[in-house]
Each structure stands twice: as structure tokens, then as C-alpha cells.
């Protein structure tokens, strides 16, 4: 079940896109798939949702998404970085032939903290027509929290590209 938060975020979301005509996708790491699982709930989304790609292994992040060697092997940047939010979400956007995709990269916990990036640390990618921007952010709290906050801040961003896509339109 979603929890009444995720679920009514999502049910805008779906609601808004089906409105304007826009498709949605995702890319997800440390969320696994819950983004994808939240729109999918709500009945009728399979009329935006165009699918989900969970790149948990950085080989799925650079076969099927098409993240490049250059951000995945680089000092510094690696998976949890904007370049790799970024490139995500542009290549969900494309696999997926969707109008909108998020993605979602991070450090959910409780491990894998590394310098620079401690648990909590997630990046967000939000690829539309007009571009692809990303965003980080840091949540506290146990891993569940940690991917509660990320799904809702995933959503959040669809619903923003989703206005933004159909103004586009």
C-alpha cells in the first residue's frame, strides 16, 4: 500500500498529466522502484505512465540508461552526483519515448555514506522537452524516511514538469 501522502501526490500527478496530455517515466536507484509503484497505484495511470527503469547496479545506470563512463568512473562524481541525475532521467526519457522523466539517485542508508555525499544525500534529474534540470537534496531519518522523501520530492518534480511540458505543448 502508499501511504496516503505518496498516494495523494501521485494521484495529482497522474490527474495532471492526463489532463494536459503529457507522458510520464522514471529512473530509478535508491528509490527502487517505489516512484514508479506510487503512480502505478493510482487507477487510470496507464494512460500517462509510460514505465520505469530501476537502475540499482551502475551497469543498468550505463547499458539501459546510457550513463556515460565519464560520470560513473569520475573522482568525486559517480552515481550520486547531478551529472549522473541527469543523464538518468534524460535516458529514462528516452527508453521510456515519455514526455516527462524524474530520477532518483542516492544515498539512502543505513551504509554507503561516502566523503562529501553522507546518508541522505539524493540527487534528482527532471528531463522534459525544454531540458534537464537536477536537484539535491538531504533527508534525515532511517532509510525508510529517507525514500519517503525522495518518492514525494520525485513527485513534486513530475508535477512540475508535467505544468511545464504542457505549457510547452
Known amino acids: ?10 494521484a495529482d500527478v497522474v490527474s495532471r498529466a492526463g489532463g494536459a496530455g503529457v507522458t510520464l517515466g522514471c529512473a530509478e536507484s535508491c528509490t527502487g522502484g517505489l516512484v514508479s509503484g506510487a503512480l ?11 514505465g520505469g527503469v530501476v537502475s540499482y547496479a551502475i551497469a543498468v545506470k550505463r547499458s539501459v540508461l546510457g550513463v556515460s563512463d565519464e560520470v560513473l568512473d569520475a573522482p568525486g562524481v559517480g552515481a550520486v552526483s547531478s551529472a549522473c541525475a541527469a543523464q538518468m532521467a534524460e535516458g529514462a526519457r528516452r527508453v521510456l519515448g515519455c514526455d516527462v522523466a524524474v530520477s532518483v539517485t542516492g544515498i539512502a542508508g ?5 566523503p562529501g555525499k553522507p546518508v541522505g ?8 522537452s525544454a531540458g534537464t534540470t537536477t536537484a539535491l537534496e538531504t533527508f534525515d531519518g532511517s532509510r525508510d524516511e529517507v525514500r519517503r ?20 505543448a
Open 1 to 10: 500500500m502508499v501511504p496516503d501522502e505518496v498516494a495523494r501526490a501521485a
Open 149 to 168: 522523501g525522495a518518492v514525494l520530492r520525485a513527485l513534486a518534480l513530475l508535477r512540475e514538469g508535467v505544468v511545464e511540458a504542457s505549457g510547452a
Open 121 to 128: 544525500t539524493v540527487w534528482f534529474g527532471l528531463a522534459t
Open 110 to 114: 543505513p551504509g554507503g555514506a561516502e
Open 40 to 50: 502505478t497505484a493510482v487507477p487510470g495511470s496507464s494512460a500517462v505512465v509510460r
